[in-house]
């Protein structure tokens, strides 16, 4: 189950979807990386630590700005194709 809670501008999607891509891409990268490869490793382990809190941080700002209901069980989705905002029920 899932209601609309919202809708967002252009550019704020824009800004979602570039962290959202950035965050998977980076998981797939942590499934192949070698952790004997301390370096990189650990670059990957900050990237990945800040793209989560800048992601984390947009969710926080939008919802503060356009008041989205908000429910215990349940999470915001953005359907980037149109920039709704849904409230989804967590499985």
Not at 21 to 48: A, F, H, Q, V
Not at 72 to 89: A, H, M, P, Q, T
């Amino acid at each position: 189950m899932k209601e609309l809670a919202g809708q967002v501008t252009q550019e704020e999607k824009e800004t979602i979807k570039g962290l959202f891509e950035r965050k998977n891409g980076l998981i797939e990268l942590s499934k192949i990386l070698m952790p004997e490869n301390e370096l990189l490793y650990e670059k990957l382990i900050k990237d990945m630590g800040a793209t989560s809190v800048k992601f984390q941080n947009w969710w926080d700002e939008m919802s503060c700005k356009y008041a989205w209901k908000s429910n215990d069980g349940y999470s915001w989705e953005i359907d980037f194709d149109n920039c709704n905002v849904y409230l989804k029920k967590n499985s």
